[in-house]
């Protein structure tokens, strides 16, 4: 590195440009190689920068939004989930409904691919530069109920629930609430009414939700109406694919994925 190159990467360095800095040298021999105008080589010294800090940035939602695994749309096997619309999940993929803070409900079975897609639309939010945050109905139910005791709920909902333009509760119905968890998951709902967007997973049809809300028909109601409002439900048919490769393999017989749920 000759004196020129220390003192352009000290002023990469002050002016916060890490990829110029790490792109500069090869460019420079390619660019007096090709004989390349000034501007075009400051030009392409730019693009650089932003294209890495596009994928610094998405690296970063990404590990934020604290998915358990990445799954992407190409990777969703629309033959096997019966009933899913493929034009209506492209549509989605587009995240208008994040701009226009609508909810997407997934609604079937266990193992039909309901938390595929609601990854994948997240995932695909995170690379669009979206704040998302992925949890689990019971993960996010211990963490309100322990801020709540805690006498830290304002806190713990603003920077949990409020701070994120997609949350993604995934596993409604698996597991009942009693009387003050479902009032905390209400909160949540109101939260992001008209203000933020919501993907949410759920095996109940939405008439069987107030056995999941501390059979509270009047809270239940209260918390669809919200709920589903601006929402795009995207029902999904079909037996469970985990069981159907452990079918398959002749682990399980006989099993129904209405069963399974």
Known sequence: MNLQHERIAHLCEALKLPF????????????AKDEMAYSDFLEGLLREEMAGRTVRKQSMMT???????????????????????????????????IERNENVVLVGPSGVGKTHLAMALGYKATQAGIKTRFMTAADLLLTLSTAHAQNNLKTVMHRAIKAYRLLIIDEIGYLPMNREQANLFFQVIAALYEKGSLIVTSNLPFGQWDATFAQDATLTAALLDRLLHHAHIVPIAGESYRLKHQRQAGIVQGVRADKAA
């Open 20 to 31: 110029v800095a790490q792109g500069y040298g090869a460019a420079a021999q390619q660019a």
């Open 63 to 97: 590990r934020i939004a604290g998915f358990p695994a990445i799954k992407t749309l190409d990777q969703f096997n629309y033959a096997f989930a019966k009933g899913v619309k493929r034009s209506q999940i492209e549509e989605l993929a587009g995240l208008g409904f």
